[in-house]
Structures are given as structure tokens and as C-alpha cells.
């Protein structure tokens, strides 16, 4: 488990420094309460992975996708979402497979459905900061967080 407490800038810094690591996918829980910080992380990890286009907030559609070189991604906002059994309907089964990297915001809204996670990034708000807690859920988010502490 790593533990920090950052400003808007660390937060940043970790998910870029986290985005190499996840180049051969995984899924990423984020998780938090509203306004934690879970889309400026995702946004940030899908920048450092060389997204230079818009990185809009799947809010209202529940997941956007981006093909960055080799590495399909999905970002997931689940907050919207009724019921588990609503993400057949967004055709999410295709989405999660071993080459993707899946971040998915709300993940409790489909408990149930949603595969076992690699790595849970909890966020919090802490004052001005943001506290934030990676903890490796997969041998190989093991492999990222001993990268981030090296």
C-alpha cells in the first residue's frame, strides 16, 4: 500500500507516474467521494499516456474509449449507473480484457459484474489536499507500486 497526502500538482505527478506502469494494462478502481479527485486522476494518467486530445468526463455516457498506440483504454464513470446489470447494455464485457487498461470511477455501482481490480486508488479530501491510497489488489500492481516508491 502507498499512502500520500498531495495538492491538485501531486496528484497529478503521481498518476502521470503511475501511467507507465499500466502501458500493458489492468483495471484501476477509483474510488472517493464527490469531488476526491477521481477524473483529474484519470485525466491525468491518460494524458502521461499520451492522450492529446479532449479527455472529457464519462459522466453522462458512463465510459469514453481512446486507442493510445497499442493500448486500448476505457475510462468509466459509474455514478449514473442504475444497476450492474446496465453495463451489458453499454457493451462492457468487450472492454475488459487483459491488453486494456480500464478506469473505472464509482466501481461499487456494479459490484457484482466488474472483474477483481489490479490496483484500488482511493481518494479523499484532506483540507486543501487530496489524501490518496494506492493499494495493489494483483501481483503485477505489486510491480507498480514498488516502481512508484523506487
Request: net charge negative; glycine share 8%; with cysteine.
Amino acid at each position: 500500500m502507498l499512502r500520500r497526502v498531495v495538492d491538485e500538482a501531486g496528484l497529478q505527478d503521481l498518476a502521470a507516474a503511475l501511467a507507465p506502469l499500466l502501458g500493458e494494462g489492468g483495471v484501476v478502481f477509483l474510488q472517493g467521494e464527490l469531488g476526491a479527485g477521481k477524473t483529474s486522476f484519470a485525466r491525468a494518467v491518460l494524458r502521461a499516456l499520451g492522450e492529446r486530445g479532449p479527455v472529457r468526463s464519462p459522466t453522462y455516457t458512463l465510459v469514453e474509449s481512446y486507442q493510445l498506440g497499442d493500448l486500448p483504454v476505457y475510462h468509466f464513470d459509474l455514478y449514473r449507473l442504475a444497476a450492474p446489470e446496465e453495463m451489458e447494455y453499454l457493451g462492457a464485457r468487450d472492454c475488459f480484457f487483459p491488453a486494456a487498461l480500464c478506469l473505472v470511477e464509482w466501481p461499487q455501482r456494479a459490484q457484482g459484474w466488474l472483474p477483481d481490480p489490479d490496483l484500488r486508488v482511493t481518494l479523499r479530501v484532506h483540507g486543501a489536499a487530496r489524501a490518496v491510497e494506492l493499494a495493489a489488489c494483483s501481483a503485477r500492481a505489486s510491480v507498480w507500486l514498488n516502481a512508484l516508491r523506487n
